[in-house]
């Protein structure tokens, strides 16, 4: 069977976010082509391109890559938004023209029995409204309330939700879903040694409490929080993990606020789970919005799996897991502060991740496609 995918991503750029762990599964059972585009072709408004920058966004080409079978699409760069409101300027309808052109060449070309396609707006427009009766929409975020209405026409096959908060907003709407959540690689995760991790990592007899993967409010008010927490626990060391342009503003701000802090920058995903082994504490500081309330956040499953406590801001969906190694606090210093020492102070619960696994979760995914998957 042949599944075509609609990354939300650039595949270079996909490794151990949702769709490559799933697929990872999925290329067992099927023969899995995904649409991708160069992910190094970004630039800030009012800079120039050079030439040969824009030379990497032109042309399509097809490749395999460890099974997966991946074909390329023409796109122009285009600044990328925090939030992205549907608008098309010129240079993102004529991304939209390529991609939904390629598409459809594609399926001329090859007889797909499904299409799962995710939210890529921001970088290369809406897919086409014609997909086939097996078309699955993985609604694994929500950044664009404006163009829901859109992806769900297209999800000729069903609607997956994310969350069941996201399954919930659907469902007032009197839309049908089936929740299929992000998963997590248990045994990856657990078995290494904790203090074996921090003395490779130049943390020996730290307490560390970790960011792993920087996703966090802008405001960051967890600084403050770790600040206060080191009153209580003067050995206490912040390890961000990961590359974000907040990182610049995280160093100052530790460093005014005398945090003892290691910034890592991008670590390889088949690394990561020492910087997890290494952990006492994790952290999860969204912001109550749209986004974060109907996330299902990865890196909280993968500090469940490692059996370390999480202080996360009390979003809605982390609300529903109700995960018991999760300490829920409001988004405000004062408060982050206290459940960051009380993560310190007591033995926390570990969950029953089973459910969560990768695996259970691809099959999941191909009973919601139909059509002989399942």
């Known amino acids: 069977m042949k599944l075509l995918w609609l990354i939300h991503a ?36 009012g800079h120039y391109l050079a030439p040969a920058q824009a030379l990497r966004c032109v042309g399509s080409a097809d490749h395999e890559e460890g099974g997966v079978h991946v074909h390329d699409c023409v796109r122009f760069p285009t600044p990328q938004l925090r939030r992205y409101d549907g608008s098309l300027t010129m240079m993102r309808a004529l991304n ?100 074996a991790a921090k003395r490779e990592l130049g943390l020996a007899g730290k307490k560390v409490v970790s960011l792993i993967g920087i996703t966090c409010s802008r405001t960051l008010f967890f600084l403050e929080a770790i600040a206060l927490a080191v009153k209580s626990i003067p050995d206490l060391c912040f390890l961000a993990v990961g590359r974000s342009p907040l990182i610049p503003q995280m160093r100052a701000r530790c460093q005014e606020l005398g945090i003892d802090a290691v910034f890592t920058g991008r670590v390889p995903h088949a690394e990561v789970g020492k910087y997890f082994a290494a952990s006492d504490v994790g952290l999860y500081p969204g912001d109550r919005d749209w986004y974060f309330d109907g996330a299902c956040p990865i890196k909280v499953l993968e500090y469940a799996a490692a059996r370390k406590p999480v202080v996360a801001t009390d979003l809605e969906e982390l609300c529903r897991l109700s995960l018991p190694n999760v300490i829920l606090s409001a988004p405000e210093s004062r408060s982050f502060g206290r459940c960051i020492v009380a993560g310190f102070q007591r033995s926390w619960p570990s969950p029953d991740m089973a459910h969560f696994s990768w695996r259970a979760l691809a099959e999941q995914l191909l009973c919601v496609l139909g059509n002989g998957f399942c």
């Not at 697929?23 to 160069?38: D, G, T």
């Open 96 to 195: 939209q023209r390529f991609y939904q052109r390629r598409i459809r060449a594609l399926m001329e070309r090859i007889s797909f029995d499904g299409v799962i396609f995710g939210p890529a707006h921001n970088f290369v427009g809406l897919p086409p409204a014609d997909l086939g009766p097996h078309a699955c929409f993985d609604y694994l975020d929500a950044t664009f309330p404006q163009l829901e209405s859109a992806y769900v026409a297209r999800a000729t096959s069903g609607v997956v939700c994310v969350s069941r908060t996201l399954q919930a907003r659907l469902d007032r709407k009197g839309i049908d879903s089936s929740y299929v959540p992000n998963g997590v690689d248990v045994e990856k995760l657990r078995g290494l040694d904790p203090e």
């Open 10 to 45: 650039p595949w270079d750029a996909l490794e151990g976010q949702r769709e490559w762990h799933l697929i990872r599964h999925l290329k067992e059972r099927c023969e899995v082509h995904v649409v991708s585009w160069a992910s190094n072709v970004e630039h800030r408004p």
